[in-house]
C-alpha cells in the first residue's frame, strides 16, 4: 500500500500508531466517529483501507476543525494559499512566522494554522493562559516544502472528500449521535503529564466526566477504543481507567522516548489502548489483555516545555 497522507505535522499525533489501532477496527464500519480528532490521523488511516463508509471528525479546537475541513473539500485553494505563505519567509523566516502566528491568534483563519503547524517546533501545539498559540518556531528548517504539503492535501482530499463531515463541538454532543454500527476512536487531551492544565490542548476534560461518557456508550452498545494512559519504565501517566467499565487493556510498546535516550535511561515506553466489549465482540479474532508488537519509536510522555 502507498504510503499515507499526512498535511498536519502535530506532536501526539496517533500516526505511527494507526497500523497497529487498526487492527482492533472491525470490517464494515458505518461511521467512523473521532470525538478528538487532533489531526485525525486515525480517520486517514482508516480511509485508506477502506474500513469504514462516512467518517465525523470533531475537535473542539475550531480552527483545526475547519483546517480538516479546508483541507478535504478545498484542496486546491488550501495548497495554494499554503505554498504563498511559505514562499513569504524567505526574506526574514523567523519574523514572518511570527507575523503569521499574531494574525492568527487575531482572525483565527485556519489556513494561516496550517503554516504554523508546519513550523512551528517539533510540529508541536502549545496555548497560553488565554488560548492564544504561542509556540516557537523551528529556526533550522522552513516547515514543510509547497510541493510535499500539496500532495499531502490532495491525498487526505482523494480519501475523504465526499465521505466526512467536520464539526467543532463537546465530546458529550458527539457522542450522542453514535449507534452500535458505528466505532468510535477516542484520543482525549492526555491527563497526568502537567498536572491540571495542559499546554498542548486548546481544552481539557474531566476523567469523572469521562468516566460517565463511556458508562452511557456501553449501556447503549457503542463499539469503541480509547487512547489514554500509559507509562514508562515503573513510572505511569495519567488516572487509569476503571475496571468497573469492562474493557479489555493493552499495552502497545512504543520504543524508548527521546528524553529517555537523552538521559541513558533504558526505560521502555507503552501507550494503553483501551477496548468495550461492545466492540470485542465484532472482532473475529479476540484480543486479550497485555504487551502487543512494537509499532514504532513514539515520544508521547516527553516533557512539556511552556512558552511565553
Given at each position: 500500500m502507498?504510503?499515507?497522507?499526512?498535511?498536519?505535522?502535530?506532536?501526539?499525533?496517533?500516526r505511527?500508531?494507526?497500523?497497529v489501532?487498526?487492527?482492533?477496527?472491525?470490517?464494515?464500519?458505518?461511521?467512523?466517529?473521532?470525538?478528538?480528532?487532533?489531526?485525525?490521523?486515525?480517520?486517514?488511516?482508516?480511509?485508506?483501507?477502506?474500513?469504514a463508509?462516512?467518517?465525523l471528525?470533531?475537535?473542539?479546537?475550531?480552527?483545526?476543525?475547519?483546517?480538516?475541513?479546508?483541507?478535504?473539500?478545498?484542496?486546491?485553494?488550501?495548497?495554494?494559499?499554503?505554498?504563498?505563505?511559505?514562499?513569504?519567509?524567505?526574506?526574514?523566516?523567523?519574523?514572518h512566522?511570527?507575523?503569521?502566528?499574531?494574525?492568527?491568534?487575531r482572525?483565527?483563519?485556519?489556513?494561516?494554522?496550517?503554516?504554523?503547524?508546519?513550523?512551528?517546533?517539533?510540529?508541536?501545539?502549545?496555548?497560553n493562559?488565554?488560548?492564544?498559540?504561542?509556540?516557537?518556531?523551528?529556526?533550522?528548517?522552513?516547515?514543510?516544502?509547497p510541493?510535499t504539503m500539496?500532495a499531502n492535501?490532495l491525498?487526505?482530499?482523494?480519501?475523504?472528500?465526499g465521505?466526512?463531515?467536520?464539526?467543532?463541538?463537546d465530546?458529550?454532543?458527539?457522542?450522542?449521535?453514535?449507534?452500535?454500527?458505528d466505532?468510535?476512536?477516542m484520543?482525549?487531551?492526555?491527563?497526568?503529564?502537567?498536572?491540571?492544565?495542559?499546554?498542548?490542548?486548546?481544552?481539557?476534560?474531566?476523567h469523572?466526566d469521562?468516566?460517565?461518557?463511556?458508562?452511557?456508550?456501553?449501556?447503549?452498545?457503542?463499539?469503541?477504543?480509547?487512547?489514554?494512559?500509559?507509562?514508562r519504565?515503573?513510572?505511569?501517566f495519567?488516572?487509569?481507567?476503571?475496571?468497573?467499565?469492562?474493557?479489555?487493556?493493552?499495552?502497545?510498546?512504543?520504543?524508548?522516548?527521546?528524553?529517555?535516550?537523552?538521559?541513558g535511561?533504558d526505560?521502555?515506553?507503552y501507550?494503553?489502548?483501551?477496548?468495550?466489549?461492545?466492540?470485542?465482540?465484532?472482532?473475529a479474532?479476540k484480543?486479550?489483555?497485555?504487551?502487543q508488537?512494537?509499532?514504532?519509536?513514539?515520544?508521547?510522555f516527553?516533557?512539556?516545555?511552556?512558552y511565553?
Amino acid at each position: 500500500m502507498k504510503s499515507i497522507p499526512h498535511p498536519i505535522q502535530y506532536q501526539g499525533s496517533k500516526r505511527n500508531l494507526a497500523p497497529v489501532i487498526l487492527r482492533y477496527v472491525p470490517k464494515n464500519v458505518n461511521w467512523l466517529i473521532e470525538p478528538f480528532s487532533g489531526s485525525a490521523a486515525i480517520s486517514i488511516a482508516v480511509a485508506a483501507r477502506q474500513i469504514a463508509k462516512s467518517y465525523l471528525i470533531n475537535d473542539l479546537n475550531k480552527p483545526l476543525a475547519e483546517l480538516l475541513r479546508l483541507i478535504v473539500d478545498s484542496p486546491s485553494e488550501t495548497a495554494s494559499f499554503y505554498e504563498d505563505i511559505w514562499n513569504e519567509q524567505h526574506s526574514d523566516s523567523v519574523e514572518h512566522y511570527y507575523r503569521v502566528r499574531a494574525d492568527f491568534n487575531r482572525t483565527q483563519d485556519p489556513r494561516l494554522f496550517l503554516y504554523l503547524l508546519a513550523r512551528c517546533v517539533k510540529g508541536s501545539v502549545r496555548y497560553n493562559a488565554d488560548g492564544m498559540f504561542n509556540q516557537s518556531p523551528d529556526k533550522r528548517r522552513h516547515g514543510t516544502r509547497p510541493k510535499t504539503m500539496r500532495a499531502n492535501i490532495l491525498g487526505v482530499s482523494t480519501l475523504l472528500k465526499g465521505k466526512a463531515e467536520f464539526s467543532s463541538l463537546d465530546y458529550r454532543e458527539v457522542l450522542a449521535g453514535a449507534r452500535p454500527t458505528d466505532l468510535v476512536y477516542m484520543d482525549p487531551p492526555y491527563q497526568g503529564v502537567c498536572g491540571e492544565r495542559d499546554s498542548r490542548y486548546y481544552s481539557g476534560i474531566y476523567h469523572a466526566d469521562f468516566v460517565s461518557a463511556l458508562e452511557e456508550l456501553n449501556s447503549r452498545e457503542i463499539p469503541y477504543i480509547v487512547s489514554y494512559d500509559g507509562r514508562r519504565g515503573d513510572k505511569t501517566f495519567g488516572e487509569i481507567l476503571p475496571a468497573s467499565l469492562e474493557l479489555t487493556h493493552i499495552e502497545l510498546e512504543a520504543g524508548r522516548s527521546s528524553q529517555a535516550t537523552l538521559l541513558g535511561r533504558d526505560e521502555l515506553t507503552y501507550e494503553s489502548l483501551y477496548l468495550s466489549h461492545a466492540l470485542t465482540d465484532k472482532l473475529a479474532h479476540k484480543p486479550i489483555d497485555g504487551r502487543q508488537p512494537k509499532p514504532q519509536q513514539y515520544s508521547l510522555f516527553e516533557p512539556i516545555t511552556h512558552y511565553v
